[in-house]
């Protein structure tokens, strides 16, 4: 059952605010026997533009980062690891049934829909019981199955393992693959040769990008990180020879713009992207000759972005020089910079991305927040067919089409009651084959649940859109989960999760807000929550919180919320704001010291992200504006609500002092009896375990925690 509808709140802003009863005298649901661990507080402060900032949790911040090896700081965060497993003793048996549950939910023996590309038919599979993926060819024109490459084997004996990319060769006798073995993202490639079955000597380490082959099969290019773990150079490396003779082809030498290498859809040509959150510059190069002079499309020019693609001599440039919602315009090779529109900008509709094939090309956008798939003809600009899809809240797109000279192009498909569902849409006749839809093995009914899109006023008068399901006999009023992101304009989708049903099938109604900072709405939506109008995404979320209560689906207190990254910042924010609404909080991975970060220049994000939060090192208005939101540095003596926190130590995106020096202040202030858990994994970065099964055990630690704090009963 689906629902579609707008609505209204009056003075949202002054909705009620009061906290609660002091929950001191609130009921305790955990040991307080064991008392939790409190980091030492030692004098440390820093001065920008003449304000002094208090740091007294710096010291938590390794000075030999990033080796870790400091005995205070690694003695403090197994003691809040030791008091995590303690406290969660009690839950166990939740957690086992949670897991075994979520697990019934996986088909465990599955397998990809297979895909041809050139000569070969591409697949991969999980056997049952198997965390990683074995990945599978079979030639076009028949013939078996061969299994050139195995993830289980290739992740023996370690406790993390991550598969970056997978790039075989034009020939298809070479598979290059990048893997990382700590969750600190520093990948290292090696090559297979599949002919013999045999690794090559080739070894190269440091990178974090995509891997492309030349067009004989005799270079391969890879971008190399540098000693701040940014992408800053090019590299062509010739296959046999000692990686330390690989020729830089690229290097990139602003500070904050990294540098990535990607393939043109007709495969001639390798394309160099530079650039950060607001500005690209992109260059072509034959691929029959990566050491080539590159082609620059078009000089770099502060906030303008923008990505190209080639056919026939036509450069294909999506971009938003002319048009915040972004434009796409044509340019020949032989002019690259000589920009003519295409398909004019729009208020309406946002024009996300495109892809080019021989005979169509495909626009992907979204209209009202909904995504929108466009196919489009080269001789007809005019001829716009729009795939029709029937659910009012969903997500769709483009998916793993390699391809150049095709008549059907692959789609995914998904809604928060519909599972995965795998399309070829057949061009001529417009239509859609259903090639899979993901299996539930225990079973899955959407006639039991309700979906609604809704739309929430904030303080400011924007209208948020909310996606909300809900078991069809769930009483109003009850438990609600709320979920979101806002950040680098990441619209997070209304997408199905076998997870999440955990909790709905408890009688939790589970919504996810398309808070600002994120692009549901556009361009404008981004931008409206990032830089000085960031407090904008805090305020939405706690406002569609009161929305939520106001229009009768929970009560105060009885909302449960979670983000990760960027939201988890979000999760710092609205408890600093607003404590009196949750009843449960989970932030993953939160960047919550975000001043401090941001003054940092030795970490790997930091320059690149200055577009995103401001420069405070330059700025006294940026220094002052993050301080005023920052949420390890706005944290003060009052209630706040139960709190599960979780960090990798070998994070590099958001480093694991962030959040041990947030729940070192939040247990030095906070006025409150109700529990405060941090988590660290040891081994694993900003994903958290890696393997399905080993991730989804952390999901059910989640869901327990939030079940146990809700009071909700097996």
Do not use: C
Request: aromatic share 12%; no cysteine.
């Amino acid at each position: 059952m689906s629902i579609i509808r707008n609505i209204t709140l009056a003075a949202l802003a002054a909705a009620a605010t009061a906290l609660p009863a002091n929950a001191q005298d609130a009921e305790v649901n955990y040991d307080t026997s064991i008392q939790p661990p409190r980091a030492e507080q030692r004098e440390h402060s820093y001065t920008y533009h003449g304000i002094t900032v208090s740091d007294p949790y710096a010291w938590l911040r390794d000075e030999s980062y990033p080796v870790i090896d400091d005995e205070d700081v690694l003695d403090y965060l197994r003691a809040e690891n030791t008091y995590f497993e303690t406290q969660m003793a009690g839950q166990q048996q939740l957690v086992e049934t949670l897991f075994t549950e979520m697990r019934g939910r996986i088909k465990e023996d599955d397998s990809s829909v297979p895909q041809r590309d050139g000569d070969w038919i591409y697949w991969s599979e999980f056997e049952e019981g198997g965390e990683y993926r074995k990945y599978y060819r079979r030639p076009a024109e028949g013939g078996e199955a061969v299994l050139f490459l195995d993830g289980p084997a290739l992740a023996e004996g370690h406790e993390y393992f991550s598969l970056g990319d997978i790039s075989v060769s034009e020939s298809g006798r070479y598979v290059a693959y990048s893997t990382d073995t700590s969750g600190a993202e520093r990948y290292t490639v090696q090559i297979l040769d599949t002919e013999t079955g045999e690794l090559l000597p080739d070894t190269i380490e440091d990178t974090n990008t995509g891997l492309i082959w030349a067009a004989d099969d005799s270079m391969l290019v890879y971008g190399r990180a540098n000693e701040n773990w940014r992408v800053d150079r090019i590299f062509a490396h010739t296959i046999g020879e000692d990686s330390a003779n690989d020729v830089e082809i690229y290097h990139e030498a602003q500070l904050g713009f990294t540098t990535s290498p990607g393939l043109s859809s007709n495969r001639e040509w390798l394309i160099i992207a530079a650039g950060d959150n607001e500005t690209s510059e992109v260059r072509f190069i034959p691929i029959t000759d990566p050491t080539a002079e590159p082609i620059l499309v078009r000089e770099r020019q502060t906030g303008v972005e923008y990505s190209a693609d080639i056919r026939e001599g036509t450069l294909y440039i999506w971009s938003n020089d002319e048009h915040v919602n972004f434009r796409l315009a044509t340019a020949p090779l032989s002019d690259p910079g000589n920009w003519t529109t295409l398909i004019e900008g729009s208020d309406e509709f946002y024009l996300t991305g495109f892809d080019l094939f021989r005979d169509f090309y495909v626009t992907e956008g979204r209209l009202n927040g909904l995504d929108q798939v466009q196919i489009r003809y080269y001789d007809d600009p005019s001829r716009v067919e729009t795939i029709a899809f029937p659910e009012a809240t969903y997500t769709a797109g483009t998916s793993n089409n390699p391809e150049w000279a095709v008549d059907r192009i692959r789609l995914s498909y998904e809604s928060p009651i519909t599972p995965d569902t795998v399309y070829d849409y057949h061009v001529a006749s417009q239509e859609l084959e259903t090639l899979k839809v993901q299996e539930i093995p225990s079973g899955f009914d959407p006639s039991l649940y309700t979906v609604e899109r809704i739309q929430v006023r904030a303080r400011d008068g924007a209208m948020v859109p909310v996606s909300i399901v809900y078991r069809t006999d769930r009483e109003m009023g009850g438990p609600l989960h709320m979920y979101a992101y806002g950040a680098y304009g990441f619209a997070y989708p209304p997408n199905f999760s076998t997870t999440r049903f955990s909790l709905i099938d408890r009688g939790v109604a589970y919504a996810i807000a398309h808070i600002r900072g994120g692009d549901d709405l556009g361009r404008n939506w981004y931008l409206q929550g990032k830089m000085e109008e960031r407090t904008n995404t805090f305020n939405d979320f706690v406002d569609v919180g009161r929305g939520l209560i106001e229009l009768g689906y929970t009560s105060e207190g009885q909302i449960s919320a979670s983000g990760g990254s960027a939201g988890g910042e979000l999760m710092g924010a609205v408890v600093n704001q607003a404590p009196e609404l949750f009843g449960a909080v989970v932030a993953h991975v939160p960047f919550v010291d975000v001043l401090t970060t941001m003054l940092d220049t030795s970490l790997p994000l930091t320059p690149g992200e200055w577009p995103e939060w401001g420069n405070p090192i330059e700025s006294k208005a940026a220094f002052t504006h993050l301080l005023s939101y920052s949420p390890y540095d706005q944290v003060i003596a009052q209630d706040y609500p139960p709190m599960l926190v979780t960090a990798g130590l070998n994070d590099p995106r958001v480093t694991y002092w962030e959040p041990a020096k947030w729940v070192a202040k939040l247990r030095e202030l906070k006025t409150d009896n109700n529990i405060l858990l941090l988590k660290t994994n040891m081994g694993a970065g900003h994903g958290g375990r890696s393997g399905r099964f080993e991730g989804l055990r952390e999901t059910a630690e989640e869901v327990a925690f939030i079940l146990w704090q809700l009071g909700i009963e097996e």
